[in-house]
């Protein structure tokens, strides 16, 4: 039986969850689709995500609604990104230029607020233990579209990018592929390259996965449902 990723990263203890937003039906209703799963922890909610995190300052997940007070709040996204925090952004507003603004911002996911308590709870999930997740409004925006500035990516490339975004690590990676980890980094960097080269950066894993699912290279299916029962399924060797 395979070991829960979540509990690889937290340990015995619940994942702890921080919400954002200024809404309080919002707020009670997503606090109770997280009880409905023993593995997650509603530590502090709020308006205010200053205030949220210094009640809640050990959160490993912090659940930011994208407009506050009137304002879109992708500056402080980009600012509590920088320090390290996970932040899966929880919006109403799905168009893709939105939700890739998020990404490049540092999300490392976007959840729309009419999806559902289960994808609700799969993206908090993959999020603590740092593996990406893909929910239908996401994937419906980015599917599709075609673009011209679409780079070209090597077949190992691609391999590496797909491995990597299954995976927790480049080591891991490495280890299917069967090169080092060295070698992994220079196949993900040069796939950064070029789509900076194609004026469409992705500095984060999160807007890498977004980009590469935009451009046909990789479908939010191979990337897998991370399912509630993850402590139950049997990891790919």
């Known amino acids: 039986m395979g070991a829960d990723p979540v509990a690889e990263m937290t340990g015995d203890r619940p994942v702890g969850i921080a919400i954002v937003d ?3 039906v919002v707020v009670e209703g997503v606090r109770a689709w997280l009880a409905t799963e023993p593995r997650l922890t509603v530590l502090a909610t709020g308006d205010d995500p200053d205030e949220v995190l210094r009640a809640a300052p050990d959160a490993d997940v912090v659940l930011l609604d994208l407009r506050l007070h009137g304002r879109m709040a992708l500056d402080k996204l980009a600012e509590l990104s920088a320090t390290g925090r996970r932040v899966v952004v929880y919006s109403e507003h799905t168009d893709p230029d939105t939700m890739l603004a998020a990404l490049d911002a540092g999300a490392v996911a976007f959840l729309a607020k009419h999806e559902g308590r289960e994808h609700c709870v799969a993206t908090v999930l993959a999020a603590a233990s740092d593996r990406p997740y893909v929910p239908p409004a996401l994937a419906g925006a980015m599917v599709g579209d075609p673009r011209p500035d679409r780079p070209m990516l090597s077949d190992k490339e691609r391999e590496a990018l797909l491995l990597w975004f299954q995976s927790m690590s480049k080591a891991s990676v490495a280890r299917r592929m069967q090169i080092s980890e060295h070698t992994v980094k220079q196949y993900v960097d040069r796939a950064r390259i070029k789509y900076t080269r194609a004026g469409r950066p ?20 191979e990337i897998g449902i991370y399912r509630s029962q993850a402590a139950h399924d049997r990891p790919t060797p």
């Open 202 to 221: 992705a500095a984060t894993k999160a807007a890498l996965l977004a980009r590469a699912i935009e451009d046909g290279l990789v479908r939010p299916e």
């Open 22 to 24: 200024d809404h309080p």
